[in-house]
């Protein structure tokens, strides 16, 4: 069986580096691994006018910045399929088969939604249907292309394993269809979502706490000078916590062994920075200027490429649309199994057809008879 990867994002706004840490950086490696015969790369707009409804000037505007975002940070359209999920309609025929096979029950419980629910402050009379029915839509999404992998973070197996249930489900009713997920869970603790930079857990364009990969340099260093330390660090002679203190969090996921031995010789790996920040003597300033440089040589080319492609938004709407074609030629197999295998296949099924014919023919047959022996 192909191996197949799925995975996206929903178009909010432009990428930060918690999406780069979190899966883009892992995307472009599982890409050029060659372990993998398909790669789908979603831009979920649908998914996105779920809590935008009111406002789809700004997916729409969207689109374009997290295409720019990912190729950028090295999404291959040779390699990898990157598509535009509303215009594959197959995904929404898949939504509403699978919605007979979920109860309300089942989609209340899922922890992910619950959260999603309480971020977005909706209450219970005002939780849009699209939204309360987000898992699965993500399972068509997922089984739509035959994905055997999921690349997502811990907060996302809830939806994983839903959608796993949707395929065993529809499997067992209607026969082996449906290809059952694997998810796909970040290597390290340095790959789990960044903290924003004022220390808030998470990172979001809403509280305005964000670094993006589009960022210019001076914007960079100033959002890295400003960042949320440890506020028992008054003087640089004070002991400090690095457990919790987003600046030593950033470097865990960005600086490598090879940056510390450059930029800061003086010290042999990370972790003896760490130790002399705990016991005193290592001001928040300088571990800033290292994280700064660190995040200069990581984001500098992504943003030297964006730019380059921001020079011809026609030819990447063209990257779009060529693999958009290949997805919806993918989804449109899957949906034509699924409809087999449901027997709704009205027009396509010759078998149907003849067994209907027989069928009249036979009670046609019968009442002949019927009407000879009177």
Excluded: W
């Amino acid at each position: 069986m192909s191996k197949i990867i799925l995975t996206g994002d929903r178009p909010t706004g432009r990428l930060h580096i918690g999406h780069y840490v979190g899966s883009l950086r892992r995307r472009v490696e599982l890409q050029n691994s060659g372990t993998f015969d398909e790669i789908y790369i979603m831009i979920a707009d649908a998914q996105a006018l779920t809590d935008n409804m009111d406002n789809p000037d700004k997916v729409r505007s969207n689109i374009i910045e997290v295409a720019l975002d990912y190729l950028a940070c090295g999404l291959d359209p040779a390699k990898s399929n990157l598509l535009i999920q509303s215009m594959i309609p197959e995904l929404t025929e898949l939504t509403f088969y699978y919605m007979n096979l979920v109860t309300v029950a089942r989609l209340q419980r899922n922890p992910t939604v619950k959260t999603e629910i309480q971020m977005r402050k909706f209450e219970n009379n005002s939780i849009p249907v699209g939204f309360f029915n987000y898992p699965i839509s993500q399972a068509a999404d997922i089984t739509a292309f035959r994905a055997t992998t999921v690349p997502v973070g811990e907060d996302q197996e809830p939806m994983i394993e839903q959608t796993r249930e949707i395929v065993r489900k529809f499997n067992s009713v209607y026969g082996e269809t449906l290809v059952e997920p694997e998810i796909l869970l970040p290597e390290t603790a340095a790959a789990l979502r960044l903290p924003g930079t004022d220390g808030h857990a998470k990172m979001s364009k809403s509280l305005g706490n964000c670094i993006y990969l589009s960022d210019e340099a001076d914007v960079i260093k100033k959002k890295v000078m400003s960042m949320y330390t440890d506020p028992g660090h008054l003087r640089v002679e004070d002991p400090g916590k690095v457990e919790g203190n987003t600046v030593f969090t950033y470097l865990d996921a960005f600086a490598t062994q090879e940056q510390i031995e450059r930029l800061a010789p003086e010290y042999a790996n990370l972790e003896e920075i760490k130790d002399h920040y705990r016991r005193g003597g290592l001001g928040d300033v300088k571990v800033k200027k290292l994280l700064n440089n660190v995040l200069q040589e990581t984001l500098e080319p992504i943003r030297l490429r964006r730019h380059e492609y921001e020079k011809d938004i026609a030819a990447v709407y063209d990257v779009l649309k060529k693999g958009t074609e290949v997805a919806e030629a993918k989804a449109a197999e899957t949906l034509h199994d699924v409809r087999e295998a449901m027997k709704i296949n009205y027009f396509d099924s010759k078998e149907l057809v003849v067994e209907q014919q027989k069928f009249f023919d036979q009670a046609a047959a019968e009442r002949a008879q019927k009407n000879r022996r009177r």
